[in-house]
């Protein structure tokens, strides 16, 4: 599927977890989904969100692993640790903005969505893509996109630090980039 996508619209997720059902199907997983699902403000709302790696231009998980183990290849795609390597150690799992990286305790070892590797090479879309009802989660070319109101951005910014995803987020018209304030996240008047 040359020229097609990943997009990441978090206001269109329905909660269904259509996707993390599919994510343990894929044949790279061993039965364990990539999916990174939450519920956004549990106390007050319903609202869901569902995450795959955003496979950074420049992997921080890549950088901080002392065991050389997290590899991306040219095609922009962060793999998941290569087993004979890791150490399960967690620096990834720390060192990621996005908090995607899971160490698997059966497996001692760091696995994260891979898009699909398996599928995508050979020219079909990843299970979650292939699942979700509401197209939170899709794998299109950029024509399809392009017809949403939002605007796709591959641009975070995290404070003064800025990371370039290969997946893209959809963020209002308008918008370059999206910026994270994780002092928002931070409880008032909480831990000394």
């Not at 990286?101 to 990843?126: A, F, H, L, N, W």
Request: proline share 7%.
């Amino acid at each position: 599927m040359f020229g097609y996508e990943f997009y990441v619209d978090t206001s269109r997720c329905i909660g269904c977890q259509s996707c993390v059902k599919a994510c343990e199907e894929c044949e790279t997983h061993r039965g364990v989904s990539m999916i990174n699902f939450d519920f956004l403000d549990r106390p007050n709302t319903i609202a869901t969100a569902a995450f795959v790696c955003f496979h950074c231009e420049d992997p921080t998980c890549a950088e901080v692993c002392p065991a050389d183990a997290i590899k991306k290849g040219e095609d922009g795609i962060v793999q998941s640790s290569l087993k004979p390597r890791c150490i399960a150690c967690s620096n990834c799992v720390l060192a990621c903005p996005f908090g995607i990286p899971k160490i698997v305790p059966e497996y001692e070892q760091m696995m994260k969505c891979d898009m699909c590797y398996d599928r995508t090479s050979v020219g079909k879309r990843p299970m979650c893509a292939t699942v979700c009802p509401s197209q939170a989660l899709a794998y299109l070319g950029p024509e399809e996109i392009a017809r949403r109101r939002e605007k796709p951005v591959n641009t975070v910014r995290f404070g003064n630090e800025i990371v370039r995803t290969k997946v893209f987020l959809m963020a209002p018209a308008g918008h370059d980039e999206i910026a994270i304030d994780i002092t928002a996240y931070m409880w008032e008047g909480g831990p000394a």
